[in-house]
């Protein structure tokens, strides 16, 4: 890693992307990390991290309550204390609206409040998920205007795309290379050597800033198309009356065969980024075949599974009006808390639609996120004593495999394992 005196940064927002990304600079830095969460604040102040990103040992380990710290990370909802800060890294998240067009409001709300404070010689750095063009376009504007300096002359930006995997303690902030760029080739150096003093697994330097926000939008799009045609083959192989898991089992063999499993695709990357893209390519004229036909297939799939298990409990003569269907998992992936985007959603919407009972059962589940954002109550308490006419094994939580599911099931039920997780011992439907 690169030796660079501290600097004095300030992390906005301190959700999956931020809160990681300023415990590995407050290892070196002094970090002010800010949110607009006074609850959030408060709860990482006493480490503790429902995102479950950072452990409580890592938190403690840089924590500080002196804000004039020469180093270690200080948690703050007072905007004020930004000003002291020469370097800003913006982390909030880039959602699309309920037409799937992309929603800057975030972005342009932090580049307002960055912009507040910015002095000279100042640096902003952009992590957020965007199209190309979006960290020159919209944010520079917002902060010239805010701040009445001239870009390029008295602040500087760069853009270095977040690649956070919720849920894995393998493949962490600092253990995945980062791309850096920057509006000079001074600013993209000295953003290079910022990040290249904490990722262990070092940087790559892009030529501008829109080929790095191109690259981190193509990354999560190149997964969603490859995940779609795997779910498109996985519907023609239930009409043929093949094992898909079988197939793609087969196929691998071959060296150069990419390894992806059908199955819903949710969250705030994969499930997003494409949307971003696409945007951007709408407005320059050019309509996206494959990005969008993608998307339609892999947000359909909530949909299909809902009725492809309808079908089989017709099939078995269970009467579906007021049948008890459990859903063991619900948020967007494994051993993960994170409910944002999931698209377990889908299907319990569609079986709502033939008048059936749901419980949803999820020992990972953020329970207050899941009630006030989609009115879903996770019942793991009672849920797992009862029996029911159909399961649907929605999530791949290491809970569920040592979970005693066939006791969960009436004689005459379905189980539907998405995920491809139980025992082949196991009767069950499979994508």
Request: proline share 4%; charged share 20%.
């Amino acid at each position: 890693m690169y030796e660079l005196k501290p600097e004095n940064i300030a992390i906005i927002g301190l959700g999956y992307v931020g809160l990681p990304l300023a415990v590995e600079f407050a290892k070196k830095h002094k970090v002010i990390g800010f949110d607009i969460l006074q609850q959030r604040v408060e709860e990482l102040n006493q480490a503790k991290d429902s995102t479950l990103e950072v452990s409580e040992d890592e938190l403690l380990n840089v924590l500080t309550n002196n804000v004039s710290s020469s180093k270690g990370l200080y948690c703050t909802s007072n905007k004020d204390l930004l000003a002291s800060s020469s370097i800003f890294i913006v982390t909030v998240p880039t959602p699309v609206d309920k037409n799937n067009r992309p929603d800057l409001t975030p972005l342009i709300k932090a580049s307002r409040l960055v912009g507040s404070v910015l002095k000279k010689g100042d640096i902003v750095v952009y992590e957020s998920t965007v199209y190309p063009g979006v960290t020159e376009d919209e944010c520079v504007p917002i902060l010239a205007e805010m701040s009445g300096l001239v870009f390029n002359e008295d602040f500087y930006v760069g853009y270095s795309p977040e690649r956070i995997n919720p849920g894995d303690k393998q493949h962490t902030v600092a253990n995945i290379l980062k791309i850096t760029s920057g509006s000079t080739p001074e600013a993209a150096t000295r953003i290079d050597n910022l990040y290249n003093s904490v990722i262990k697994a070092g940087t790559y330097k892009a030529s501008s800033i829109k080929v790095a926000e191109a690259a981190k939008v193509i990354e999560n799009a190149q997964r969603d198309i490859n995940i779609a045609f795997v779910n498109e083959l996985a519907m023609i192989f239930n009409q043929l009356g093949i094992d898909t898991s079988e197939v793609l089992k087969a196929a691998g063999t071959k060296w150069n065969f990419l390894n992806f499993k059908p199955g819903l695709v949710g969250g705030h990357c994969i499930g997003v980024d494409p949307y971003y893209l696409a945007q951007k390519a709408q407005e320059v004229g050019y309509h996206p075949e494959i990005i969008l036909a993608g998307r339609r297939v892999n947000d359909g799939m909530g949909k299909y599974v809902a009725d492809q298990l309808i079908k089989q409990m017709i099939s078995k003569n269970i009467i579906i009006v007021g049948a008890n269907i459990l859903i063991l998992g619900f948020t967007f992936k494994e051993n993960c808390p994170d409910v944002r985007n999931t698209k377990v959603i889908d299907i319990i919407k569609r079986l709502q639609e033939y008048n059936v009972s749901i419980t949803v059962h999820d020992p990972w589940a953020n329970v207050d996120h899941a009630q006030q954002h989609y009115g879903i109550w996770c019942e793991n308490g009672s849920s797992k004593t009862r029996k029911y006419d159909a399961v649907v094994l929605a999530v791949a939580h290491s809970e569920f495999e040592e979970m005693d599911i066939s006791s969960l099931l009436k004689p005459k039920s379905v189980l539907y394992d998405i995920k491809s997780m139980l025992p082949k011992s196991m009767e069950a439907m499979r994508l």
